[in-house]
Nanobody, 126 residues
Framework: QVRLVESGGGLVQPGGSLRLSCRAY????????IAWFRQAPGKEREKVSG??????????YVGDSVAGRCSISTDNAKSIVYLQINNVNAGDTAVYYC?????????????????WGQGTQVTVSS
């Protein structure tokens, strides 16, 4: 069974950085993709970033709302994907969800998600 487990959420000061991790259990090999979505109160769930484990760096997506502030990386040996957002602001406050496609994402949209993590709360506040 595939399971996604997020960690690293919590309180972050404005201007600081957040770093989240998503560990994937149950995949065989590297033929899958991971995406991060987030949902703020009263707003639609939006895509943040994603990466193909199989194809590696440069294969994924970075959302406009975090462009220039976001990086995504992987530890393939441990099946972990990291999300880092620098210079955070109040608009980054949301529940962040790790999501996976069994093979790949095409447009990196919600309907392409095969598996969801439970979500982790990030709050940006002084």
């Amino acid at each position: 069974q595939v399971r996604l487990v997020e960690s690293g959420g919590g309180l972050v000061q404005p201007g600081g950085s957040l770093r989240l991790s998503c560990r994937a259990y149950g995949f065989t090999g590297n033929d899958y993709a991971i995406a991060w979505f987030r949902q703020a109160p009263g707003k639609e769930r939006e895509k943040v970033s994603g990466i193909s484990i199989r194809d590696g760096p440069g294969s994924g997506y970075v959302g406009d709302s975090v462009a220039g502030r976001c990086s995504i990386s992987t530890d393939n040996a441990k099946s972990i994907v990291y999300l880092q957002i620098n210079n955070v602001n109040a608009g980054d406050t949301a529940v962040y969800y790790c999501a996976a496609s069994a093979r790949f994402f095409n447009l990196w949209v919600l309907k392409e998600v095969d598996y969801w993590g439970q979500g982790t709360q990030v709050t940006v506040s002084s």
